[in-house]
């Protein structure tokens, strides 16, 4: 059983949602506090600011709707429910449909609850609400920071490294059919869990007040290309695995001069994250790109393949799959041009804060 920090800080909220209501003598309402700070937790310093204004605003229009519509029309649980509908209403003509929930349970508890100072109950509840979600707000920003950078990396260095190791093992038909088929399954929902930690990444990146925003900005746009090139790769082992036969009928001059080709676009990838990383030098990695009388053999032999499926052979099908082979290795090798780039600018940017995660650890699941 593993206890996370989210865990940690709900509990913590819920705690002291529960405690501040009771020293504030606003009992009755703390059940409230702590569903509100429940539902207003959020993962990035830039979602919770959204949440707490958004909160605010959703929670003040429940009350005053609620208490509008108690003292006119009454508590009725037919009123009840014309008010949650004008409520509902109301924060959708604002965009505000996730915040709709906590509103109308605030609306609900407020037009339900018994007594006859009616006003005076009413406004403990929205202030119960409010301190709730002010509560969440200050445990998500001043408690356990979440390290979203740390778990992006190590999430894309083990994604990209069973990438890798299936492209390898594709070009020396060393891989079962079957076996890959679910493999690369799993890695797609790799490849999308990096968009969901790059993004929360980028929240906190694009919301920081520090004097070295820029330089945050400037790692943001290097993790995205990142990202970007391993999902080239991710193309590149699911086209492998597709026109798996296809590749086996090549001539073998051929197989031999993709899994070359391979190698060494693999091996400068590897080294561009370790360059990312601090690992290597700026200053090196600089094979990716072919020389000229090698890029035109390895083009030409290309062609030459495609041209005698379609012509001699009169296989379309195959010659479609050398172009799609072809054209998923020629776009790999550009992203990691591209990257190879903006890593190198990066780092050689004295700058630039350094990136240097040395605290290689299990991937949170």
Known sequence: MKIG??????????????????????????????????????????????TLKDRVFANIVGGVLAIIVNLTLGNHFIFVGLASILLIAILNQFNLGPVIGLATVTL????????????????????????????????????????YE?????????????????????VRKNSEYAILKKDLKWVKSEV??????????????????KKNRSQILRKIVVYRQIISTTKVAYNLASIL?????????FPEELRIQIRERLE?????????????????????????????SLRSKFMHSFFDEANMEAEVNKDVTQSNA????????????????????????????????????????????
Do not use: C
């Open 264 to 292: 060494t676009l693999l091996s400068a990838h590897e080294q561009i994250l370790l360059k990312f990383n601090g690992r290597v030098s700026p200053d090196e990695v600089n094979f990716i790109d072919y020389k000229e």
């Open 241 to 249: 695995h597709r026109q798996e036969n296809s590749f086996n009928h």
């Open 322 to 365: 050398v172009i799609h082979i072809m054209s998923s290795i020629l776009k790999y090798e550009e992203f990691l041009s591209r990257l190879n780039i903006l890593v190198t600018s990066y780092k050689k940017d004295l700058k630039n804060p350094q990136t240097t995660i040395d605290n290689i650890q299990h991937i949170e699941q």
């Open 150 to 170: 740390e778990k992006l990396y190590h999430l894309i260095d083990y994604t990209t490294s069973e990438i890798m190791k299936w492209i390898r093992a594709s």
């Open 108 to 147: 609900i508890v407020i037009m339900m609850s018994p007594g006859t100072n009616f006003m005076f109950s009413a406004t403990i509840r929205i202030l119960a609400t409010l301190l709730g979600v002010v509560i969440a707000f200050l445990v998500n920003t001043l408690f356990f920071p979440p390290k």
């Open 192 to 209: 999308d869990r990096l968009e969901t930690y790059y993004s929360l990444f980028k929240d906190e990146g694009t919301y920081s007040r």
């Open 5 to 50: 920090a989210r865990t940690m800080k709900t509990g913590l909220a819920i705690t002291l949602a529960l405690a501040i209501p009771y020293l504030l003598d606003m009992k009755t309402a703390a059940v409230l506090a702590a569903i509100s700070a429940i539902f207003a937790l959020q993962p990035s310093l830039k979602r919770s600011v959204k």
